[in-house]
C-alpha cells in the first residue's frame, strides 16, 4: 500500500521518525523499535484515517523482520527492455547510437534487425561485413522501448505477475545498456523524443543534480511507473554502480582533459597520454573489460565523487518529485556484480535507500557459495539475492538425470539455504531458473548433464550456441513436461518466483546473447529457424511461437499461489524424502492454511502416501478430493508431475 496525501509540510516529521527507527532497529532493540512504529501509525492515524496510513516497516513488528513486507507475495518478472516490444518505431536507434559499444563497428552496413527474422540466420546487411553470426548479433538493435513495455502490460496483468525487475534502462550505446553513459536518464530511444532528449542532456552540468532536467524519455518512464502501480505491480531497476561505460560523461572528460579532469579520481588511471614517457592512457575496468572503467573504490568502497552521483540518482528515481512521498518511484533495485563493491559503501547506500521508502526492496547479483552471501544478507546491506543457488540445485534435481542428486541432497541444500540467512530472507529471494546472464530453461533441460551450471565460472563459456557440443534447438515434449515439474516446485517453494522473460511463452536460447532473443508475441509471425550459428541449415526446421500449454500453465501456477497466503507467507517442512522412487513432499502452512505438495520426479506413476493432519484435500493442480485415513494421505502421481494439495 502506498502512502497517500501526505503533505509536504509533514515530511521532516516522518523523516525524523524513521530515522530513529532505523537507529533502534540497528541497536537491535525490538521495544524501541515497536514504540516508534506505534507512534508513526498513531501519526498517521490521526492525521488521515485508516485508509491513508502507510504500510509499517515491517508488519508483523518484529525487528528481525527486515526485507519489505510486499515482496514476500512477489512474482518477479525480469524484462529486457531492447528485446521485450517495440512500442515505437519513431524512437529506434541508428548506427550513431551504437557508437562506443563493442564490437566498435560504426561503418559497415546496418539497419534495425527485423524483430520476427530467423535468429541464427545473417541478413542480407550482415553478410555485407564479412564477420560471423557472433560478431553481427551484437550489432543487432531490434528497437524494444518503453512503450513496447506500457503496451504490453495488460499482457503482464493476466499473466498474473505483480513485480517488474528491468535491466538498465539508462543512456547506453549497448543492447544491453551495462555500459552506462549516465545514470539520471534514461536512454533517449526508450523514449518518444530521442533527438529532443540529447540536447536537454547536453544542456546540463551533469555532476551538479540541481541542473538536471526530465526528459520525454524520463517521463515516459514515470508514466511507465504510475501505470504499473496503478495495476497493483511494483517495478525496480538496475543499479549498475561498479562500472560506467567509455561513453559516460566523466570518463569522456578524462580522456580529453588527463591529469587536468576533475573527474580522474573517479576512476583508477594506471598510465596517462604522455608522449615523453611513451605511454597511453591505461585503467582498471571490470574484469579487463575497457568498454567498462570501474569506479574506484578505497578502503570505503565507491570513492566520494561517484558515491554522491550514485546517492544523488538513488534519490531521483525513488523520489522523483522530492516531496517524500516514494509512491511516484521505483518500489527498489536491483544491484549489477555487487560482489565488485566493498561492504561499507552497501551498507551506506542502503541507509539512504531505506531513509527514502523504508519498504523498498533491494536485491543484488551475487553468484557465488553461502559463506560469501552471509554477509550481504545480515539486513543491513541487503534484501535478498537472485537466488543463483537455488537454480543450481534445482538443476541438479530437476534436469539432470544421469549426473542427478538424490531427494536426501536436493533437500539438504535447501534446507541449507533457508538456515544460512534470517528467516525473512528465505520469504523473498528471487527463485529464479533463467536469466539474461544463463542459458534459458528450456535450453539447459536440452542440454542437462553436460556442464554443472553451478561451476558457474568455470562451464560459463561452455554454455553458450558458440560451442560446437551446445545443441541450440527447441525442447521436446518430455523436456517440456520436467520445465512444467519445475514450475511446480518453484511457485509453491519458499520465496519469491521468477520469471525471465519469455519463459513462459517457451522460449529457448543458449547462454548470452543467445538467452536474449525478441519476446515472441502472439500476434506476430516469426520465420521457422532454419539456420544453424556456422550458417548451415538444420535438418528440420524449428517453429517459432508462442507456446500456449506453457503460458497456461505458468498462468494457473501464479494464480494458485497469490490466491494461497501459505504458498507465500507459509512454513516449510518435508514431509517425505523417497530416494529409491525420487519423490519428494512437503507442507507449507499459514495461520489456518494448510498446503501438501508433492512432486513425483520419476518416469513412471507412483502410489505416495504422506502424514496428513486434515482430513479432506483438495488438488488445486489437477483437481479432485482426497480423503486421508488415520493421519495418511495415499494419493497416486504422474510421472515427472506433481500435486498441490489444500486442506478444507
Not at 563493442?102 to 540466420?121: A, I, L
Not at 538496475?238 to 580522474?264: C, R, T
Not at 541487503?382 to 539432470?400: G, I, K, R, T
Not at 533457508?418 to 536440452?446: G, K, W
Request: include cysteine; glycine fraction near 6%; charged fraction near 25%.
Amino acid at each position: 500500500m502506498y502512502v497517500k496525501n501526505i503533505y509536504t509540510a509533514h515530511i521532516p516529521f516522518m523523516k525524523i521518525l524513521l530515522f530513529f527507527t532505523h537507529k533502534a532497529k540497528k541497536l537491535n532493540n525490538s521495544i524501541i523499535m515497536k514504540n516508534f512504529q506505534l507512534i508513526i501509525l498513531l501519526f498517521f492515524t490521526f492525521l488521515y484515517g485508516e485508509t491513508t496510513m502507510p504500510t509499517p516497516l515491517n508488519n508483523n513488528n518484529n525487528a528481525d523482520d527486515f526485507v519489505p513486507q510486499w515482496a514476500k507475495k512477489a512474482v518477479w518478472y525480469q524484462i529486457f527492455p531492447e528485446r521485450f516490444c517495440n512500442g515505437d518505431t519513431s524512437n529506434d536507434p541508428d548506427i550513431t547510437t551504437l557508437k562506443g559499444s563493442w564490437p566498435h563497428d560504426y561503418t559497415s552496413p546496418w539497419q534495425v534487425h527485423p524483430w520476427t527474422s530467423d535468429w541464427y540466420r545473417l541478413r542480407p546487411y550482415e553478410k555485407k561485413n564479412g564477420k560471423d553470426i557472433w560478431f553481427n548479433i551484437q550489432r543487432r538493435r531490434y528497437g524494444g522501448d518503453l512503450q513496447g513495455i506500457i503496451n504490453k502490460l495488460d499482457y503482464l496483468s493476466d499473466l498474473g505477475i505483480n513485480a517488474i525487475y528491468l535491466n538498465p534502462i539508462f543512456e547506453s550505446p549497448s543492447l544491453h545498456k551495462y555500459d552506462g553513459a549516465t545514470y539520471h536518464h534514461v536512454d533517449p530511444n526508450f523514449g518518444p523524443d530521442p533527438e529532443g532528449d540529447r540536447k536537454i542532456i547536453a544542456s546540463e552540468i551533469p555532476d551538479d543534480k540541481t541542473t538536471w532536467k526530465w526528459t520525454a524519455a524520463d517521463k515516459l518512464f514515470l508514466k511507465l511507473v504510475k501505470l504499473v502501480h496503478e495495476r497493483g505491480i511494483r517495478i525496480i531497476i538496475d543499479g549498475v554502480f561498479n562500472h560506467m561505460g567509455i561513453n559516460s560523461w566523466p570518463f569522456k572528460d578524462v580522456v580529453k582533459n588527463q591529469k587536468n579532469s576533475k573527474y580522474k579520481d573517479w576512476f583508477t588511471i594506471k598510465s596517462w597520454d604522455d608522449s615523453t614517457a611513451g605511454t597511453r592512457l591505461s585503467y582498471e575496468g571490470w574484469f579487463g573489460v575497457a568498454e567498462l572503467p570501474e569506479l574506484r573504490e578505497d578502503e570505503n568502497g565507491i570513492v566520494a565523487g561517484p558515491k554522491k552521483y550514485i546517492f544523488d540518482i538513488t534519490q531521483r528515481w525513488m523520489d522523483p518529485d522530492g516531496n517524500g512521498n516514494p509512491a511516484d518511484g521505483i518500489d527498489g533495485w536491483r544491484l549489477d556484480v555487487a560482489f565488485c563493491i566493498k561492504h561499507p559503501f552497501w551498507k551506506d547506500w542502503r541507509k539512504h535507500v531505506k531513509m527514502l521508502n523504508p519498504q523498498a526492496y533491494i536485491t543484488a547479483e551475487i553468484v557465488d557459495p553461502i559463506p560469501v552471501i552471509v554477509d550481504y544478507l545480515k539486513g543491513d546491506e541487503f534484501d535478498a539475492v537472485m537466488n543463483y543457488n537455488y537454480l543450481f540445485a534445482c538443476s541438479e534435481f530437476f534436469f539432470d538425470q544421469k549426473t542427478a542428486i538424490s531427494v536426501t541432497k536436493f533437500d539438504k541444500l535447501l534446507a541449507d539455504l533457508r538456515s544460512a540467512f534470517p528467516e525473512c530472507v528465505s520469504y523473498v529471494q528471487q527463485n529464479l531458473h533463467s536469466s539474461h546472464d544463463t542459458q534459458r530453461m528450456a535450453s539447459h533441460l536440452i542440454n542437462r548433464d553436460k556442464y554443472k551450471i553451478r561451476n558457474w565460472v568455470d562451464t560459463f563459456d561452455k554454455w553458450k550456441g558458440s560451442n560446437p557440443e551446445y545443441n541450440t534447438g527447441k525442447p521436446s515434449e518430455d523436456e517440456i513436461r520436467i520445465l512444467k515439474l519445475t514450475t511446480i516446485f518453484q511457485f509453491t517453494y519458499l520465496g519469491a518466483p521468477y520469471i525471465y522473460y519469455g519463459d513462459e511463452a517457451g522460449m529457448w536460447g543458449a547462454n548470452d546473447p543467445d538467452c536474449r532473443k525478441p519476446m515472441v508475441w502472439d500476434e506476430l509471425q516469426f520465420e521457422d529457424e532454419v539456420f544453424l550459428p556456422d550458417q548451415t541449415k538444420r535438418k528440420v526446421s524449428l517453429n517459432v511461437s508462442v507456446n500456449k500449454d506453457i503460458l497456461n500453465h505458468y498462468k494457473k501456477l501464479i494464480k494458485i499461489r497469490k490466491d494461497n497466503e501459505a504458498l507465500m507467507l507459509g512454513d516449510f517442512k518435508t514431509l517425505l524424502t523417497d530416494n529409491k522412487n525420487n519423490i519428494y513432499a512437503f507442507s507449507r502452512n499459514y495461520e489456518s492454511t494448510d498446503v501438501i505438495v508433492i512432486i513425483n520426479n520419476s518416469e513412471v506413476p507412483a502410489d505416495i502416501t504422506v502424514p496428513a493432519e486434515g482430513q479432506e484435500y483438495v488438488d488445486l493442480l489437477n483437481g479432485g478430493i482426497f480423503t486421508a485415513v488415520e493421519g495418511r494421505l495415499k494419493i497416486n502421481t504422474d510421472y515427472k508431475w506433481g500435486r498441490i494439495l489444500l486442506k478444507k
